[in-house]
């Protein structure tokens, strides 16, 4: 007779885990995203990007989540990578040692009701933690619920989250991501041209002078936090210090959200003195505190030089397809003949309505496209003649393009800077980007969504009633009335 075990059923386990990655992956939440490595999707890394209007906005979270044998019957451990070497607290339920506290997962008591069950999944936890980076945090250490959010101390509070979202998560995770050095400059760019000396000039006019600990930065060193975010050793424990899947979407997500993090910048930058020490809350005690000072001037210094170095990056991807070019690699030729395929295509037919043509700024380099959209009659593009580069990275489509509008257009999906916020709907198909350029620029009726406020100013016009509306289509109007002069 056959003894019954209470082993756990572990491939219907691997299963539901499997269909919950694809399920956050395929679906629309800018906000949210996840990755794991082929040999083990129990470890699943999660990248949150901080909700707008609150002192987390658009900052890069990064957590491990580990899923057991008994999952779902059991919750996930999960970690917080993001706590600058663990020397941060951002939320009273995350730890600057990474642990967050919540009652689903088992690391918070919670009312009846709030415990884990077999009916929450990946999403529902991601979310949960995303909950937590609300508009008034101060209110999330238990015994504090009553305070306002215009009190001293919720206030102060505030203030130094924001400071350290923009500082920690977005700036020094971007100087690590990119290799910003002042030593490497020379190197990391060796082989491109005149454009690049451009800009390597003018960073060497812009870049900080280095501080008494020598790391080329003018942050002051006011305690444990101002040490530089080293997210490799915290991945160590799970043997992928150097597997980082969200490279590529944080750096397409800071060209988006660059206008946003300037305006918060220019906002706060009066608020606060350089060098004025970050107030303590009664809840918190070092090293699970957030210690330091505040230095807005540093800060948007430093977010400048990585805008250039995007930019410069950008620039970098002609030379490199120019190489693989001369290699005859595989995707050089698929470009060669995709855009071949999709001249005809584009130059000599309409994609619903619309009319773009594209060509080659060099015949012998597809990794860069020029395309020239054409307003379509009736619209508020009427006339118009936009100029776009679309450039295509050597390692696409692992790493995907990024498409810059160069003719001054008034566009809530344009940054300031002309980068396009657009989503296509296969990310491997030359064919998709196209059909998505076309769509995020002519689109009259987008769907409201408030993670993607490329142009906040334009944004906040589109979406700010009837009259704002109405002055928003005045100004897109007259960008295509004033693009035939440019």
Same mark, same amino acid.
């Given at each position: ?149 215009? *009190? &001293? %101390? ?15 998560? +977005? /700036?020094? @995770? ?55 975010? *080293? &997210? %490799? ?15 590529? +979407? /944080?750096? @397409? ?57 995007? %930019? ?175």
């Amino acid at each position: 007779m056959a003894t019954k075990t209470n082993s756990p059923n572990t491939s219907g386990s691997i299963s539901r885990i499997t269909k919950e990655l694809a399920q956050v992956q395929k679906g629309s939440d800018l906000s949210i995203a996840v990755a794991c490595q082929d040999s083990d999707v129990r470890h699943v890394r999660a990248l949150i990007i901080g909700p707008p209007d609150t002192p987390y906005e658009f900052g890069f979270f990064q957590f491990n989540l580990h899923f057991g044998k008994e999952y779902p019957i059991k919750s996930p451990s999960v970690a917080c990578v993001t706590t600058n070497s663990g020397r941060c607290r951002f939320n009273p339920n995350i730890y600057n040692c990474g642990k967050v506290c919540l009652s689903i997962l088992g690391t918070w008591r919670g009312e009846a009701g709030e415990q884990w069950s077999s009916a929450q999944g990946l999403e529902s936890i991601l979310l949960s933690i995303q909950s937590l980076m609300s508009a008034h945090p101060f209110e999330n250490e238990p015994g504090f619920e009553n305070y306002k959010k215009e *009190d &001293a %101390e919720p206030q102060a509070y505030i203030a130094k989250i924001r400071h350290e979202t923009l500082r920690i998560t +977005v /700036i020094q @995770r971007m100087e690590k991501l990119l290799g910003i050095d002042e030593n490497k400059i020379p190197s990391l760019y060796n082989g491109v041209r005149s454009k690049t000396q451009e800009l390597l000039g003018k960073w060497a006019t812009t870049d900080p002078e280095p501080d008494s600990n020598g790391n080329g930065t003018s942050t002051p060193d006011t305690g444990p936090s101002v040490h530089e975010y *080293d &997210a %490799e050793a915290t991945f160590a424990a799970l043997d992928s210090g150097r597997w980082e899947p969200f490279n590529d +979407v /944080i750096k @397409r997500r800071f060209l988006w959200y660059y206008d946003s993090y300037l305006k918060a910048l220019t906002t706060h930058k009066s608020e606060q003195t350089d060098g004025k020490p970050f107030t303590r809350m009664r809840f918190e005690y070092p090293p699970n505190s957030m210690e330091g000072s505040f230095d807005y001037t540093a800060l948007e210094r430093r977010l400048k030089r990585i805008n250039d170095h995007l %930019e410069m990056e950008r620039v970098c991807w002609e030379s490199q397809g120019a190489a693989q070019v001369e290699q005859d690699t595989q995707l050089a030729t698929q470009l060669a003949f995709q855009f071949r395929q999709f001249e005809h295509q584009w130059n000599k037919t309409s994609y619903p309505g619309s009319r773009m043509e594209i060509s080659l700024p060099n015949p012998k380099n597809p990794f860069v496209w020029h395309l020239t959209l054409f307003g379509r009659p009736s619209t508020n593009l009427e006339g118009g003649i936009f100029n776009i580069l679309l450039s295509i990275p050597p390692d696409f489509p692992e790493v995907q393009p990024r498409v810059k509008v160069e003719t001054p257009i008034f566009h809530h999906r344009v940054s300031s800077t002309g980068y396009l916020c657009y989503f296509p709907a296969k990310a491997e198909e030359v064919s998709s980007h196209l059909q998505a350029i076309v769509q995020a620029v002519e689109d009259e009726s987008p769907r409201f969504d408030p993670r993607a406020p490329v142009n906040p100013g334009a944004f906040a016009l589109f979406w700010g009633g009837e009259e704002k509306r109405k002055f928003y289509m005045r100004k897109l109007r007259r960008s295509a009335q004033e693009s035939c002069e440019f």
